[in-house]
């Protein structure tokens, strides 16, 4: 079985592994077809990761096709084309219970903790597996992952119809984002520094774009809004993006948080309470594939739009040295 393993940072090798082990009860063998390259991925394979050991494969966007199963799985089949839920957690704490497995205190994650998707063949819990439409192919479905990040984030700051949206950062999850809120009936403006992102999300249904280098994005919402964005959210994840939220959002606005970003945020607490917003933090998804594949079966998402480049197994670490060397990529898959 072939796999493409991170030797160290900047490494990758395609080796040529033992076969896949039999899935146990409850589990499923995928036969992979497509993986996307993740921002996590090209973090990792450019730094490395304090929770990453190495070597390690890479990859939990994921698409393929169901090869075999173990006992007590009757909702998939051998043959099914499926995508899988990489988050995984210990099923049984309070939050858990609670439907937030996606911030347990011991969630992992496909690709990250344990070995992930960049593999001919992998063994996951049955569970996790969702068949997408028929008339997709693995490398549209692929982008089921990123999607469903961006349904727990609309999910989270609770986007409805009529809602103005403004979305910073025209990336994988801002397009995302934007196709999503658009499901939802919202109106939505997003900002980026590349004219190529911001010419996608032209594409794909944004009604405003911003070159926000160019044009001053505040200025921007106030001539499309009375009193501001019903809903902000920072698609890039920086403090200073973050700060800026707050300022474009309407009295009782929404404020999306999914930054990782360590650094400090200057925020005075007068800011949140004169104008009663709220801030809400988003991380991975929880249990959202299923919005996933209904926005597929709904034909509601452009696919295509969001493919970048396509690479073969064989060619996986010119794609990363290319996908980290053009800053106008949205997103490289990798096939077996």
């Given at each position: 079985?072939k796999?493409a393993?991170?030797?160290?940072p900047?490494?990758?090798r395609?080796v040529?592994e ?44 994921l ?16 043959g099914d ?20 497995g ?27 597996l ?8 693995f490398?549209?479905?692929?982008l ?21 949206v ?16 658009k499901?939802?009936?919202?109106k ?5 520094i ?9 594409e ?12 001053d994005l505040?200025d921007?919402?106030?001539k ?6 019903d ?7 920086t ?6 939220s ?10 999306g ?6 650094r ?21 998804n929880?249990?959202?594939?299923p ?10 998402l ?22 980290l ?5 949205i ?6």
């Amino acid at each position: 079985m072939k796999a493409a393993k991170l030797i160290s940072p900047g490494k990758l090798r395609v080796v040529e592994e033992l076969p896949a082990r039999a899935p146990r009860r409850g589990e499923a063998a995928v036969k992979v077809k497509a993986v996307g390259i993740c921002g996590t991925d090209l973090h990792i394979f450019k730094e490395g990761r304090a929770d990453v050991e190495l070597p390690r494969v890479m990859g939990h966007e994921l698409s393929g096709v169901v090869s075999a199963l173990g006992d007590g799985v009757d909702h998939i089949s051998v043959g099914d084309r499926v995508v899988l839920d990489p988050v995984m957690s210990c099923g049984t704490c309070r939050t858990c219970r609670a439907g937030h497995g996606n911030v347990c205190a011991g969630v992992k994650c496909f690709g990250v903790q344990m070995d992930g998707g960049f593999q001919e063949e992998i063994v996951v819990p049955a569970a996790s597996l969702y068949r997408f439409p028929g008339q997709y192919s693995f490398i549209q479905a692929a982008l089921a992952e990123p999607f469903s990040v961006a349904a727990n984030i609309l999910n989270r700051v609770s986007v409805e119809a009529g809602d103005f949206v403004v979305i910073m950062g025209a990336g994988t999850i801002g397009l995302s984002l934007v196709q999503g809120a658009k499901a939802a009936g919202a109106k939505v403006l997003i900002s980026d520094i590349e004219e190529l992102k911001l010419e996608k999300a032209r594409e794909i249904g944004a009604d405003y774009v911003v070159h926000s280098q160019k044009e001053d994005l505040g200025d921007i919402v106030r001539k499309y809004t009375e009193t501001g964005a019903d809903v902000v959210i920072d698609a890039v994840g920086t403090v200073k993006l973050t700060e800026q939220s707050l300022e474009l959002a309407a009295p009782c606005g929404r404020i999306g948080v999914i930054s990782f970003d360590a650094r400090p945020a200057q925020i005075p607490a007068a800011a949140i309470t004169r104008k009663e917003l709220s801030l809400i933090g988003s991380r991975m998804n929880a249990h959202r594939f299923p919005d996933v594949i209904r926005w597929m079966e709904e034909g509601a998402l452009n696919l295509d739009a969001m493919v970048s480049k396509i690479y073969p197994a064989e060619e996986i670490q010119k794609a990363f040295e290319e996908t980290l060397g053009d800053s106008t990529t949205i997103k490289t898959i990798i096939t077996f």
